[in-house]
């Protein structure tokens, strides 16, 4: 089955996702309107097939990760979404159907974040399948959530659990590992379907010092925050927050926790306040039903140290992965 043309496409599979300030599609460029006292904050992420997900993975879950992973930049700002940009480049071999999928998961997961889609481009390509999405949003003015903020005292803050995403990716390859079949789902899950903590972002403006998501890898992504603020952060691994799925890899012993630590893709927030908002943050995190944990602290000196589950201090690389 070959595709249909790109206005085809456009007309069968993505106008009906447009929003109102998407003009229907139909005109050059869309139209966003602004709360007064608000700035607009812009994201970006490209993914690639076989860079960033499997060529085979479902088409529905490709697209609603694609935009999650922009929502999750926008909550870790703490911004409120307000739609989204999408370019697809469509290789030979993507049929009607892979497209009808897409466009389903997108229509999911624009009822689930109350958004839009307000524009974008398709195109045809000799090359691997590559989705763009742009997520805006708006965040009070002056208000934003940023990395640069953190201070020599305030406590390293995580939200959910972390480490899920790289395994579910590692069951995703076809790694063996130890688990019962549900076990196993809730980690495929987390890896093809990131929750963007937009509610938590939304909370922590005025509370965190400073905040960002983890894609990289917890580690990596603390030793941004450090960089930003000019500081350094000391972290107990064993106060790193795991689901209980991945709790049994750990204590099959195939999984460390550095693993853990190092991971990437989990779309949790990590961020950093002071010890006087601790039980606000308590309260917050009863009010999301959403775990919120201490792993560490912010030091002067710059670095970030990971104390491993026998006390021994392994100094990781400033934003670099290191494995240990
Ligand atoms: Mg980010």
Redesign the pocket.
């Given at each position: 089955m070959s595709l249909p043309g790109e206005f085809e496409l456009i007309r069968r599979y993505f106008a009906p996702l447009a929003g109102p300030g998407s003009l229907k599609l139909t005109d050059d460029a869309a139209v966003v309107d602004l709360q007064p006292g608000r700035s607009l904050v812009a994201t970006t992420d490209t993914v690639i097939a076989g860079v960033h997900f499997l060529a085979d993975d479902p088409p529905d879950l490709i697209a609603r990760k694609a935009l999650r992973v922009n929502l999750?930049?926008l909550a870790?700002m703490g911004a409120e979404p307000l739609g989204y940009l999408l370019v697809t480049a469509l290789p030979a071999g993507i049929d009607e159907n892979w497209v009808a999928q897409f466009s389903r998961g997108l229509a999911q997961d624009q009822a689930e974040f109350s958004i839009s889609l307000l524009g974008g481009d398709t195109a045809f390509t000799p090359g691997p399948l590559s989705l763009t999405i742009t997520a805006l949003g708006q965040v009070e003015r002056g208000k934003a959530l940023l990395r640069s903020g953190a201070k020599p005292g305030d406590r390293v803050y995580l939200s959910g659990t972390i480490g899920d995403s790289a395994f579910g990716l590692k069951l995703a390859k076809g790694e063996p590992l130890t688990l019962s079949p549900s076990e196993k789902s809730s980690l495929l899950d987390r890896y093809r379907l990131p929750q963007p903590r937009l509610g938590l972002g939304r909370r922590l403006i005025g509370v965190a010092s400073a905040a960002?998501?983890v894609?990289d890898g917890f580690a990596a992504d603390l030793g941004h925050i450090c960089q930003a603020s000019r500081v350094g952060a000391l972290v107990e691994a064993a106060k790193l927050p795991v689901s209980p799925a991945l709790r049994s890899v750990l204590e099959a012993g195939e999984a460390s926790l550095v693993e853990v630590a190092t991971g990437g893709d989990d779309y949790e927030l990590l961020f950093t306040a002071p010890a006087a908002v601790e039980l606000l943050l308590g309260r917050i995190a009863t009010e999301l039903a959403l775990p919120l944990t201490a792993v560490g602290e912010i030091r002067r000196e710059p670095g970030v140290i990971v104390l491993d589950q026998n006390g021994r201090a392994v100094e990781l690389g400033p934003g670099g992965y290191r494995h240990f």
């Open positions: 999750s930049d870790s960002m998501d894609s």
